[in-house]
Protein backbone atom coordinates (compact mmCIF):
# COMPACT_ATOMS: atom_id res chain seq x y z
CA UNK A 1 0.00 0.00 0.00
CA UNK A 2 3.17 2.29 -0.38
CA UNK A 3 1.35 3.85 -3.28
CA UNK A 4 -1.62 5.16 -1.08
CA UNK A 5 1.10 7.34 1.08
CA UNK A 6 0.66 10.54 -1.28
CA UNK A 7 -3.15 10.25 -0.85
CA UNK A 8 -3.47 9.62 2.74
CA UNK A 9 -0.54 12.16 3.65
CA UNK A 10 -3.02 14.64 1.06
CA UNK A 11 -5.90 13.89 3.15
CA UNK A 12 -4.58 14.22 6.17
CA UNK A 13 -2.57 17.69 6.12
CA UNK A 14 -3.74 20.00 2.90
CA UNK A 15 -7.12 18.23 2.12
CA UNK A 16 -8.58 19.84 5.39
CA UNK A 17 -7.13 23.34 4.19
CA UNK A 18 -8.95 23.49 1.13
CA UNK A 19 -12.09 25.78 1.16
CA UNK A 20 -15.00 23.65 1.07
CA UNK A 21 -16.07 19.91 0.53
CA UNK A 22 -15.88 20.78 -3.62
CA UNK A 23 -12.99 21.46 -3.35
CA UNK A 24 -11.37 18.61 -1.12
CA UNK A 25 -13.14 16.43 -3.55
CA UNK A 26 -11.97 18.03 -6.84
CA UNK A 27 -8.10 17.62 -5.52
CA UNK A 28 -8.62 14.04 -4.32
CA UNK A 29 -10.38 13.28 -7.94
CA UNK A 30 -7.05 14.59 -9.65
CA UNK A 31 -4.30 13.44 -7.16
CA UNK A 32 -6.85 9.60 -7.92
CA UNK A 33 -6.43 9.81 -10.94
CA UNK A 34 -2.67 11.17 -11.47
CA UNK A 35 -2.15 7.33 -9.12
CA UNK A 36 -3.23 5.52 -11.98
CA UNK A 37 -6.81 5.29 -11.09
CA UNK A 38 -9.69 5.49 -14.21
CA UNK A 39 -11.41 7.82 -12.72
CA UNK A 40 -14.42 9.26 -14.70
CA UNK A 41 -16.79 10.32 -11.84
CA UNK A 42 -16.85 10.82 -8.14
CA UNK A 43 -19.29 11.71 -5.60
CA UNK A 44 -19.36 12.67 -1.59
CA UNK A 45 -22.65 12.56 0.07
CA UNK A 46 -23.22 14.12 3.98
CA UNK A 47 -26.73 14.40 4.69
CA UNK A 48 -26.75 17.63 7.12
CA UNK A 49 -29.34 20.18 8.94
CA UNK A 50 -30.90 22.95 6.56
CA UNK A 51 -33.92 24.88 6.91
CA UNK A 52 -34.96 23.44 2.98
CA UNK A 53 -32.67 21.02 1.69
CA UNK A 54 -31.94 17.90 4.21
CA UNK A 55 -28.62 16.07 2.37
CA UNK A 56 -25.93 17.34 0.17
CA UNK A 57 -23.62 15.80 -2.61
CA UNK A 58 -20.96 16.97 -4.31
CA UNK A 59 -20.03 15.69 -7.54
CA UNK A 60 -17.10 15.81 -9.92
CA UNK A 61 -16.10 14.88 -13.65
CA UNK A 62 -13.09 15.65 -15.93
CA UNK A 63 -15.75 18.29 -17.82
CA UNK A 64 -17.08 19.48 -15.72
CA UNK A 65 -15.42 20.12 -12.23
CA UNK A 66 -17.12 20.10 -9.33
CA UNK A 67 -20.94 21.05 -8.37
CA UNK A 68 -22.90 20.73 -5.75
CA UNK A 69 -26.72 19.33 -5.78
CA UNK A 70 -29.33 18.80 -2.68
CA UNK A 71 -31.77 16.84 -2.16
CA UNK A 72 -35.03 17.38 0.05
CA UNK A 73 -36.18 14.91 2.24
CA UNK A 74 -40.29 15.34 0.63
CA UNK A 75 -41.22 11.60 -0.17
CA UNK A 76 -39.91 11.93 -4.13
CA UNK A 77 -36.50 12.12 -2.39
CA UNK A 78 -36.57 9.46 0.31
CA UNK A 79 -37.76 6.85 -2.59
CA UNK A 80 -34.72 8.17 -4.49
CA UNK A 81 -32.62 7.48 -1.57
CA UNK A 82 -34.30 4.08 -0.67
CA UNK A 83 -34.07 2.90 -4.33
CA UNK A 84 -29.87 4.51 -4.59
CA UNK A 85 -26.46 2.92 -3.27
CA UNK A 86 -26.82 5.45 -0.83
CA UNK A 87 -29.88 3.96 1.49
CA UNK A 88 -27.07 1.03 2.45
CA UNK A 89 -24.65 3.33 3.37
CA UNK A 90 -26.39 6.08 5.24
CA UNK A 91 -28.76 3.52 6.75
CA UNK A 92 -26.05 0.54 7.43
CA UNK A 93 -22.58 1.64 6.86
CA UNK A 94 -22.47 -0.98 4.24
CA UNK A 95 -19.98 -0.56 0.75
CA UNK A 96 -21.86 -0.99 -2.86
CA UNK A 97 -19.46 -2.33 -5.32
CA UNK A 98 -21.45 -2.17 -8.57
CA UNK A 99 -20.40 -3.53 -11.85
CA UNK A 100 -22.70 -2.68 -14.57
CA UNK A 101 -21.70 -6.12 -16.48
CA UNK A 102 -25.02 -7.43 -17.55
CA UNK A 103 -29.08 -6.27 -17.50
CA UNK A 104 -29.81 -7.72 -14.04
CA UNK A 105 -27.36 -5.66 -12.36
CA UNK A 106 -28.30 -3.00 -14.42
CA UNK A 107 -31.31 -2.98 -12.81
CA UNK A 108 -30.61 -3.48 -9.37
CA UNK A 109 -31.13 0.17 -8.06
CA UNK A 110 -33.16 2.85 -10.10
CA UNK A 111 -30.42 4.85 -11.36
CA UNK A 112 -28.73 1.89 -13.48
CA UNK A 113 -30.07 2.58 -16.58
CA UNK A 114 -29.12 5.99 -16.53
CA UNK A 115 -25.38 4.92 -15.89
CA UNK A 116 -25.32 2.54 -18.08
CA UNK A 117 -26.22 4.81 -21.57
CA UNK A 118 -23.72 7.30 -19.80
CA UNK A 119 -20.89 4.27 -20.79
CA UNK A 120 -20.14 3.76 -16.96
CA UNK A 121 -19.22 0.31 -15.82
CA UNK A 122 -18.48 0.13 -12.52
CA UNK A 123 -19.68 2.13 -9.73
CA UNK A 124 -18.30 1.68 -6.08
CA UNK A 125 -19.49 3.43 -3.24
CA UNK A 126 -17.61 3.34 0.42
CA UNK A 127 -19.03 4.09 3.52
CA UNK A 128 -16.99 6.77 5.34
CA UNK A 129 -17.64 6.27 9.15
CA UNK A 130 -17.83 9.79 11.32
CA UNK A 131 -17.31 9.99 15.27
CA UNK A 132 -20.80 10.63 15.87
CA UNK A 133 -21.30 6.75 14.29
CA UNK A 134 -23.21 8.02 11.42
CA UNK A 135 -21.78 7.18 7.92
CA UNK A 136 -21.58 9.59 5.23
CA UNK A 137 -20.74 8.23 1.51
CA UNK A 138 -17.85 8.32 -1.01
CA UNK A 139 -18.74 7.02 -4.70
CA UNK A 140 -16.31 6.52 -7.86
CA UNK A 141 -17.20 6.06 -11.28
CA UNK A 142 -15.39 4.49 -14.41
CA UNK A 143 -15.82 4.21 -17.90
CA UNK A 144 -13.07 2.06 -18.71
CA UNK A 145 -14.23 -1.70 -19.62
CA UNK A 146 -14.30 -4.47 -17.47
CA UNK A 147 -14.05 -1.81 -14.52
CA UNK A 148 -11.59 -0.91 -11.42
CA UNK A 149 -9.59 -3.91 -10.89
CA UNK A 150 -9.48 -5.57 -7.29
CA UNK A 151 -6.44 -4.40 -6.40
CA UNK A 152 -7.59 -1.04 -7.70
CA UNK A 153 -10.41 -1.55 -4.78
CA UNK A 154 -8.17 -2.77 -2.35
CA UNK A 155 -6.34 0.37 -2.15
CA UNK A 156 -9.45 2.57 -2.52
CA UNK A 157 -10.94 1.04 0.90
CA UNK A 158 -7.55 1.43 2.29
CA UNK A 159 -7.83 5.23 1.99
CA UNK A 160 -11.36 5.27 3.94
CA UNK A 161 -10.20 6.46 7.46
CA UNK A 162 -8.46 9.16 5.48
CA UNK A 163 -11.09 10.06 3.51
CA UNK A 164 -13.84 10.13 6.19
CA UNK A 165 -11.15 12.20 8.85
CA UNK A 166 -11.40 14.96 5.46
CA UNK A 167 -14.65 14.81 4.54
CA UNK A 168 -16.13 15.08 8.09
CA UNK A 169 -13.79 18.77 8.68
CA UNK A 170 -15.87 20.10 5.89
CA UNK A 171 -18.79 18.63 7.09
CA UNK A 172 -18.64 19.82 10.16
CA UNK A 173 -17.53 23.20 9.32
CA UNK A 174 -20.36 23.49 6.69
CA UNK A 175 -22.94 22.35 9.15
CA UNK A 176 -21.63 25.17 11.59
CA UNK A 177 -22.46 27.45 8.58
CA UNK A 178 -25.57 26.46 8.33
CA UNK A 179 -26.63 26.80 11.57
CA UNK A 180 -24.72 30.40 12.05
CA UNK A 181 -26.40 31.16 8.84
CA UNK A 182 -29.95 29.64 10.37
CA UNK A 183 -29.67 30.83 13.75
CA UNK A 184 -27.44 34.08 13.13
CA UNK A 185 -27.57 35.73 9.83
CA UNK A 186 -24.85 35.60 7.01
CA UNK A 187 -23.13 38.29 7.74
CA UNK A 188 -23.15 38.09 11.70
CA UNK A 189 -22.70 34.15 11.09
CA UNK A 190 -19.30 34.96 9.63
CA UNK A 191 -17.84 36.95 11.78
CA UNK A 192 -18.85 34.19 14.73
CA UNK A 193 -17.06 31.56 12.95
CA UNK A 194 -14.13 33.83 12.01
CA UNK A 195 -13.03 34.07 15.91
CA UNK A 196 -15.97 37.51 17.01
CA UNK A 197 -16.89 35.17 19.88
CA UNK A 198 -15.95 37.77 22.94
CA UNK A 199 -18.34 40.06 24.47
CA UNK A 200 -17.58 43.24 23.01
CA UNK A 201 -16.52 42.18 19.97
CA UNK A 202 -17.78 44.32 17.18
CA UNK A 203 -17.43 48.09 15.39
CA UNK A 204 -19.81 50.92 15.02
CA UNK A 205 -20.94 51.29 11.65
CA UNK A 206 -23.75 52.76 9.73
CA UNK A 207 -26.55 51.50 8.64
CA UNK A 208 -30.49 52.21 7.24
CA UNK A 209 -32.18 50.19 9.95
CA UNK A 210 -35.47 48.18 9.65
CA UNK A 211 -37.86 47.79 12.32
CA UNK A 212 -41.13 46.18 11.32
CA UNK A 213 -44.35 44.71 13.80
CA UNK A 214 -47.33 43.23 13.27
CA UNK A 215 -50.75 45.03 13.96
CA UNK A 216 -53.61 43.07 15.66
CA UNK A 217 -51.39 40.35 16.62
CA UNK A 218 -52.70 39.92 20.23
CA UNK A 219 -57.19 39.78 19.20
CA UNK A 220 -55.34 37.34 16.38
CA UNK A 221 -53.82 34.92 18.41
CA UNK A 222 -56.74 35.05 20.61
CA UNK A 223 -59.23 34.06 17.83
CA UNK A 224 -56.75 31.26 15.89
CA UNK A 225 -55.90 28.18 16.86
CA UNK A 226 -52.19 26.92 17.60
CA UNK A 227 -51.25 26.06 13.85
CA UNK A 228 -53.03 28.85 12.31
CA UNK A 229 -51.46 31.28 14.65
CA UNK A 230 -47.62 29.46 13.71
CA UNK A 231 -48.66 29.12 10.69
CA UNK A 232 -49.49 33.08 9.85
CA UNK A 233 -46.40 34.44 11.68
CA UNK A 234 -44.29 32.10 9.76
CA UNK A 235 -45.41 33.74 6.54
CA UNK A 236 -45.06 36.92 8.04
CA UNK A 237 -41.35 36.34 8.96
CA UNK A 238 -40.71 34.51 5.62
CA UNK A 239 -42.33 36.97 3.76
CA UNK A 240 -40.49 40.01 5.64
CA UNK A 241 -37.17 37.78 5.65
CA UNK A 242 -37.41 37.49 1.81
CA UNK A 243 -37.65 40.92 0.68
CA UNK A 244 -34.73 42.25 3.22
CA UNK A 245 -32.49 39.58 1.91
CA UNK A 246 -33.21 40.04 -1.69
CA UNK A 247 -32.48 43.65 -1.35
CA UNK A 248 -28.89 42.65 -0.08
CA UNK A 249 -29.94 43.09 3.56
CA UNK A 250 -29.69 41.52 7.11
CA UNK A 251 -32.33 40.10 9.10
CA UNK A 252 -30.65 39.96 12.80
CA UNK A 253 -33.79 38.81 14.63
CA UNK A 254 -37.32 38.33 15.48
CA UNK A 255 -38.27 39.62 18.75
CA UNK A 256 -41.82 38.36 19.69
CA UNK A 257 -43.71 39.28 16.20
CA UNK A 258 -40.90 41.81 15.16
CA UNK A 259 -38.38 41.95 13.14
CA UNK A 260 -34.86 44.13 13.25
CA UNK A 261 -33.01 44.29 10.00
CA UNK A 262 -30.27 46.08 8.70
CA UNK A 263 -29.00 47.54 5.04
CA UNK A 264 -25.22 48.50 6.48
CA UNK A 265 -23.58 51.50 4.09
CA UNK A 266 -20.55 49.80 3.49
CA UNK A 267 -19.59 47.08 1.77
CA UNK A 268 -19.83 48.32 -1.93
CA UNK A 269 -23.03 47.22 -2.93
CA UNK A 270 -26.25 48.83 -3.70
CA UNK A 271 -27.67 51.95 -2.23
CA UNK A 272 -28.58 50.86 1.44
CA UNK A 273 -32.20 53.60 1.61
CA UNK A 274 -33.31 52.77 -1.52
CA UNK A 275 -32.54 48.51 -1.01
CA UNK A 276 -34.67 49.15 2.14
CA UNK A 277 -37.10 51.15 0.69
CA UNK A 278 -37.75 48.40 -2.32
CA UNK A 279 -37.82 45.86 0.31
CA UNK A 280 -40.70 48.04 1.89
CA UNK A 281 -42.99 48.26 -0.52
CA UNK A 282 -42.40 44.73 -1.17
CA UNK A 283 -44.04 43.54 1.84
CA UNK A 284 -46.41 46.43 1.48
CA UNK A 285 -47.41 45.02 -2.21
CA UNK A 286 -47.20 41.40 -0.80
CA UNK A 287 -50.41 42.17 1.33
CA UNK A 288 -52.48 42.11 -1.31
CA UNK A 289 -51.88 39.05 -1.95
CA UNK A 290 -55.42 36.97 -1.06
CA UNK A 291 -53.38 34.79 0.58
CA UNK A 292 -52.26 37.53 3.50
CA UNK A 293 -54.20 36.65 6.76
CA UNK A 294 -57.18 38.46 7.04
CA UNK A 295 -56.96 41.05 10.44
CA UNK A 296 -53.31 41.23 10.44
CA UNK A 297 -51.72 44.18 9.35
CA UNK A 298 -48.06 45.48 9.85
CA UNK A 299 -46.09 48.53 10.11
CA UNK A 300 -42.65 49.05 8.92
CA UNK A 301 -39.99 51.99 10.34
CA UNK A 302 -36.67 52.99 8.31
CA UNK A 303 -33.83 54.89 9.77
CA UNK A 304 -30.61 55.95 9.21
CA UNK A 305 -28.11 55.60 11.41
CA UNK A 306 -25.15 55.01 13.31
CA UNK A 307 -25.22 51.54 15.35
CA UNK A 308 -22.66 49.32 17.28
CA UNK A 309 -22.45 45.60 15.13
CA UNK A 310 -21.20 42.53 17.79
CA UNK A 311 -21.71 40.84 20.23
CA UNK A 312 -23.42 41.87 23.44
CA UNK A 313 -24.98 39.69 26.56
CA UNK A 314 -24.06 38.26 29.26
CA UNK A 315 -20.71 36.34 30.04
CA UNK A 316 -21.65 32.71 29.22
CA UNK A 317 -24.56 33.92 26.85
CA UNK A 318 -24.30 36.49 24.04
CA UNK A 319 -26.48 37.82 21.36
CA UNK A 320 -24.75 39.11 18.05
CA UNK A 321 -26.89 41.86 16.95
CA UNK A 322 -27.35 46.04 16.65
CA UNK A 323 -27.67 48.37 19.28
CA UNK A 324 -27.83 52.08 20.14
CA UNK A 325 -30.08 55.08 19.64
CA UNK A 326 -30.45 54.71 15.83
CA UNK A 327 -32.46 51.56 17.03
CA UNK A 328 -34.03 53.20 19.72
CA UNK A 329 -35.62 55.43 17.29
CA UNK A 330 -36.29 53.18 14.50
CA UNK A 331 -38.52 51.34 17.14
CA UNK A 332 -40.30 54.27 17.98
CA UNK A 333 -40.36 55.70 14.65
CA UNK A 334 -42.54 52.26 13.21
CA UNK A 335 -44.98 52.06 16.57
CA UNK A 336 -46.28 55.63 15.02
CA UNK A 337 -47.38 53.59 12.06
CA UNK A 338 -50.97 53.01 13.70
CA UNK A 339 -51.11 56.91 14.82
CA UNK A 340 -50.76 58.05 11.12
CA UNK A 341 -52.42 54.69 9.71
CA UNK A 342 -49.69 54.66 7.45
CA UNK A 343 -47.83 51.31 6.71
CA UNK A 344 -44.14 52.80 6.32
CA UNK A 345 -42.77 55.92 8.21
CA UNK A 346 -39.29 57.09 7.99
CA UNK A 347 -37.16 59.42 9.69
CA UNK A 348 -35.69 62.54 7.94
CA UNK A 349 -32.29 60.62 7.60
CA UNK A 350 -33.94 58.37 4.80
CA UNK A 351 -36.54 61.40 3.36
CA UNK A 352 -33.43 63.25 2.71
CA UNK A 353 -31.28 60.95 0.90
CA UNK A 354 -33.84 59.34 -1.07
CA UNK A 355 -34.67 59.44 -4.34
CA UNK A 356 -38.40 59.10 -3.91
CA UNK A 357 -40.87 61.53 -2.76
CA UNK A 358 -42.04 61.71 0.48
CA UNK A 359 -44.82 63.36 2.40
CA UNK A 360 -43.73 65.66 5.93
CA UNK A 361 -46.28 64.06 8.90
CA UNK A 362 -45.03 66.96 11.25
CA UNK A 363 -42.80 66.32 14.24
CA UNK A 364 -43.34 63.80 17.85
CA UNK A 365 -41.84 63.70 20.88
CA UNK A 366 -40.81 59.97 21.38
CA UNK A 367 -39.29 58.74 24.74
CA UNK A 368 -35.81 58.55 25.36
CA UNK A 369 -34.98 61.68 23.01
CA UNK A 370 -34.82 65.54 23.65
CA UNK A 371 -35.86 66.85 20.52
CA UNK A 372 -38.95 66.02 18.57
CA UNK A 373 -38.58 64.42 15.72
CA UNK A 374 -39.51 64.61 12.23
CA UNK A 375 -42.05 62.31 10.70
CA UNK A 376 -42.08 61.41 6.93
CA UNK A 377 -44.35 58.52 4.79
CA UNK A 378 -43.69 57.63 0.76
CA UNK A 379 -46.19 59.43 -1.04
CA UNK A 380 -46.94 56.55 -3.24
CA UNK A 381 -48.48 54.56 0.16
Known sequence: MAQNKDIVDWLLTRARGVSDLGAMLEGLSHLLRDQGFPLDRATVGAPLLHPIAQSSFC????????????????????EKLRNSPMYAIYSEGRDADWRLDCEAAVQRYSVGPELYHAGFTHYLALALPFSDGSHKAFTVQTRTEGGFTDDQVVRLKACVPAIAAAVEHHVQRAL??????TFVGERAGKRVLDGQVHRGDGEMIEAVIWMSDLRGFTRFAAERAPQDLLDAINQYFELVTEAITAQGGEVLKFIGDAVLGIFPVAGGGSDPIQAAETAAFAVVDAKQDPDWPRGLDLGIGLHKGEVFYGNVGGRTRLDFTVIGQSVNLVSRVEALCRDFERPVLVTGAVARASHRSYEALGERRLKGFDHPVPIFAPSEL
Open 176 to 181: AETLMN
Open 59 to 78: LWDPQNGVRRNFLVWDDSGL
